[in-house]
């Protein structure tokens, strides 16, 4: 139906070129507009109610009401609304801020760098490792291994990294010096009679032979995501992140960077994804749950062996040429560390690990359904991906139809999950309880039975 003259919708439609939106279908369906949130609900200007089980993207780790982030947005406010960080300047949440990520770093980290968003984090990522290699001499060194269906943002540089073909089709992408490797999506990928084990290690042999292709000496670092989010939540199969770190073992001048955008506090039932699986990142960016997103920021840890050359490299030059007006923000910068105290508090870590199996169990039972290919997930993190034929894994054309049919039925009955080609991705707060979660399941399980 198209949107009611001068009302909100309308007024949407005629003024704002939505992210992630099909501009032309948004000028006939118009948008949902939000006007409140409650715990794990949100709920819409007509009065309909939601569970938004994917914390809005991937970010609302306390719940949308949380009075204590409010609190300390606004005596923040009060007290210094606004300083930068250039040229010696600083203040105290973003130095508290920093101590806190190094104290909870799962490897010891040296220094942190605030950004305002996961892609600007990224993005300079790509530039960090550039400067690192120059101040190394070492300017060979700028090839960046990213994954097919990672993704790690939509600037130029983090779109480079990401391997989706929307982020880089018409876009000109991706640009120089990033090359892609294997998805560890075994359910997708792994080929007949193949065991998870054989393919994990085909994903790693894939990366030794792009290293070596290219020639390790032009490869600044690997970067992923520790369970993948945006591409379709993928989780790598148990031998995975072992078989890659023996790769990497083999080239030590090659970092690993873990994007902990999505997986950094408690997303997996650990702290980080790193910890989940054991890795030993040497440069880590995080964003969404730092704040649960009720302010934008981003950071980007590093270990000393990142930090030392760059250092070198900024005194030879004469200063970090980079930094944001907005870097370290001191309201953003207190809201996190009120919201870090919080998840720490309210163990929502380990609330995330116990939710978090019912989550996955309960989504399970969803297997057997007719237009269910593959249930996957960790923590409080899932995918269901749906076919229309199980056993040729395709589901009807074009691609994303049938998720997105399921998705619009499932928002109708009040959860809101979101559509990631033809898998369901759901990702709730780490608040969400047993109840909520039963909820979740049955409403999936009622939308896909309504398309059945
Ligand atoms: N990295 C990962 C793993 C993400 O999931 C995202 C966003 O979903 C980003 C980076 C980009 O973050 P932002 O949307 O804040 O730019």
């Given at each position: 139906?198209?949107?009611?003259?001068?009302?909100?919708?309308?007024?949407?439609?005629?003024?704002?070129?939505?992210?992630?939106?099909?501009?032309?279908?948004?000028?006939?369906?118009?948008?949902?507009?939000?006007?409140?949130?409650?715990?794990?609900?949100?709920?819409?200007?007509?009065?309909?109610?939601?569970?938004?089980?994917?914390?809005?993207?991937?970010s609302v780790a306390v719940g949308f009401s949380e009075q204590r982030l409010v609190d300390a947005a606004a005596r923040q406010m009060a007290q210094l609304p606004y300083y930068?960080?250039?040229?010696?300047?600083?203040?105290?949440?973003?130095?508290?801020?920093?101590?806190?990520?190094?104290?909870?770093?799962?490897?010891?980290?040296?220094?942190?760098?605030?950004?305002?968003?996961?892609?600007?984090?990224?993005?300079?990522?790509?530039?960090?490792?550039?400067?690192?290699?120059?101040?190394?001499?070492?300017?060979?060194?700028?090839?960046?291994?990213?994954?097919?269906?990672?993704?790690?943002?939509?600037?130029?540089?983090?779109?480079?990294?990401?391997?989706?073909?929307?982020?880089?089709?018409?876009?000109?992408?991706?640009?120089?010096?990033?090359?892609?490797?294997?998805?560890?999506?075994?359910?997708?990928?792994?080929?007949?009679?193949?065991?998870?084990?054989?393919?994990?290690?085909?994903?790693?042999?894939?990366?030794?032979?792009?290293?070596?292709?290219?020639?390790?000496?032009?490869?600044?670092?690997?970067?992923?995501?520790?369970?993948?989010?945006?591409?379709?939540?993928?989780?790598?199969p148990p031998t995975y992140w072992a078989e890659i770190k023996a790769v990497l073992a083999d080239y030590p001048d090659i970092l690993f960077v873990a994007d902990e955008v999505?997986?950094?506090?408690?997303?997996?039932?650990?702290?980080?994804?790193?910890?989940?699986?054991?890795?030993?990142?040497?440069?880590?960016?995080?964003?969404?749950?730092?704040?649960?997103?009720?302010?934008?920021?981003?950071?980007?840890?590093?270990?000393?062996?990142?930090?030392?050359?760059?250092?070198?490299?900024?005194?030879?030059?004469?200063?970090?040429?980079?930094?944001?007006?907005?870097?370290?923000?001191?309201?953003?910068?207190?809201?996190?560390?009120?919201?870090?105290?919080?998840?720490?508090?309210?163990?929502?870590?380990?609330?995330?690990?116990?939710?978090?199996?019912?989550?996955?169990?309960?989504?399970?039972?969803?297997?057997?359904?007719?237009?269910?290919?593959?249930?996957?997930?960790?923590?409080?993190?899932?995918?269901?991906?749906?076919?229309?034929?199980?056993?040729?894994?395709?589901?009807?054309q074009p691609p994303g139809a049938l998720a997105a049919k399921a998705f619009g039925l499932i928002q109708e009955r009040g959860v809101i999950s979101r559509a990631i080609g033809?898998?369901?991705?759901?990702?709730?707060?780490?608040?969400?309880?047993?109840?909520?979660?039963?909820?979740?399941?049955?409403?999936?399980?009622?939308?896909?039975?309504?398309?059945?």
């Amino acid at each position: 139906m198209p949107p009611r003259p001068n009302s909100v919708e309308a007024r949407d439609v005629a003024h704002h070129l939505h992210p992630y939106t099909n501009a032309r279908r948004h000028e006939e369906i118009g948008p949902i507009v939000m006007a409140k949130g409650d715990g794990v609900y949100v709920e819409d200007i007509d009065g309909k109610r939601y569970i938004e089980a994917m914390a809005g993207l991937w970010s609302v780790a306390v719940g949308f009401s949380e009075q204590r982030l409010v609190d300390a947005a606004a005596r923040q406010m009060a007290q210094l609304p606004y300083y930068h960080s250039f040229t010696h300047k600083t203040h105290a949440p973003v130095v508290d801020l920093a101590e806190k990520l190094i104290a909870l770093a799962p490897v010891p980290m040296s220094k942190v760098h605030f950004t305002n968003s996961g892609s600007e984090a990224n993005d300079l990522i790509v530039k960090l490792l550039r400067y690192r290699s120059n101040a190394l001499g070492e300017p060979a060194r700028k090839t960046i291994i990213s994954r097919l269906r990672g993704y790690h943002g939509v600037t130029l540089a983090s779109a480079s990294l990401t391997g989706l073909p929307n982020n880089h089709a018409s876009f000109d992408l991706p640009g120089e010096g990033v090359v892609h490797t294997m998805c560890p999506h075994y359910w997708r990928e792994g080929e007949a009679g193949e065991s998870e084990e054989a393919f994990a290690a085909r994903c790693a042999a894939e990366l030794r032979a792009t290293i070596e292709a290219r020639g390790p000496e032009t490869i600044a670092a690997f970067i992923a995501e520790p369970v993948m989010g945006a591409g379709g939540v993928v989780v790598p199969p148990p031998t995975y992140w072992a078989e890659i770190k023996a790769v990497l073992a083999d080239y030590p001048d090659i970092l690993f960077v873990a994007d902990e955008v999505i997986c950094g506090f408690g997303r997996t039932g650990e702290m980080f994804g790193s910890t989940y699986y054991g890795l030993e990142p040497d440069i880590m960016t995080v964003s969404k749950a730092l704040s649960s997103s009720y302010l934008p920021i981003s950071a980007v840890l590093m270990n000393e062996k990142v930090y030392g050359p760059i250092a070198e490299e900024s005194a030879r030059i004469g200063t970090f040429g980079h930094g944001f007006t907005a870097s370290g923000h001191p309201v953003a910068a207190a809201v996190a560390l009120e919201n870090l105290a919080i998840i720490e508090e309210r163990g929502l870590v380990a609330n995330a690990r116990e939710r978090g199996e019912r989550l996955q169990s309960g989504l399970r039972t969803l297997s057997g359904h007719p237009l269910v290919g593959e249930v996957r997930g960790i923590g409080l993190i899932a995918g269901v991906e749906l076919v229309t034929d199980k056993e040729k894994k395709i589901a009807v054309q074009p691609p994303g139809a049938l998720a997105a049919k399921a998705f619009g039925l499932i928002q109708e009955r009040g959860v809101i999950s979101r559509a990631i080609g033809d898998t369901l991705a759901f990702c709730p707060p780490l608040i969400i309880t047993d109840d909520q979660i039963d909820t979740v399941v049955a409403t999936v399980r009622d939308g896909l039975d309504a398309l059945a």
